[in-house]
């Protein structure tokens, strides 16, 4: 894994969405870890807002921000474990078009190092929908920032060799 150094940085658009029933946009420390991370990245934080665990209400979402043309990137973080109100994998999977199984295997296995087997309870994962990457992360502190540093700072930065997420952008819409 490497830079490209000769090719230019292209940042993307990226909205930013916590879903939870008790944070608020004041108290939610992951969400605002997440909002620095992007822009200290060079990206652009287009949207941030904050979601009830409610399916219905994270489809709509979704499927609003997906359609949006200027939005690259989804990032939700919250949601994605195994009790009753976790909705956020379900809501992925009622809008997603084409599933991206590894980022979710490739999480537990940096949070595994880092929490063991009580890894096995994030759902995290990623989909494509309308042209649009949708990556869900569990709700706490180090998951986000496990995920971000670990995985999407290298596959959003379109210099990373031998590839990106960010050089398909342009594809994704292919029939």
Not at 66 to 76: F, G, K, L
Not at 149 to 174: A, G, M, S
């Amino acid at each position: 894994m490497a830079l490209d150094l000769q090719r230019p940085f292209q940042p993307v658009q990226i909205a930013l969405l916590t879903v939870s029933d008790t944070r608020t946009l004041e108290t939610d420390k992951s969400g605002d870890v997440l909002a620095d991370r992007i822009q200290k990245a060079g990206h652009v934080l287009v949207a941030r807002h904050l979601q009830s665990d409610d399916l219905d209400g994270l489809i709509s979402l979704l499927e609003q921000w997906a359609s949006n043309p200027e939005i690259d990137v989804i990032i939700t973080t919250g949601g994605t474990g195994v009790t009753g109100r976790d909705a956020t994998p379900e809501a992925l999977s009622a809008v997603g078009e084409k599933s991206i199984p590894g980022f979710g295997e490739l999480f537990r296995m940096i949070s595994f190092k880092k929490i063991g087997t009580s890894t096995i309870q994030s759902r995290a994962c990623a989909v494509v929908c309308q042209g649009t990457y949708i990556f869900a992360l569990p709700g706490s502190k180090g998951a986000v920032c496990d995920a971000w540093d670990e995985i999407l700072v290298h596959q959003l930065d379109i210099r990373l060799q031998p590839c990106n997420f960010v050089e398909l952008i342009p594809r994704l819409r292919e029939k």
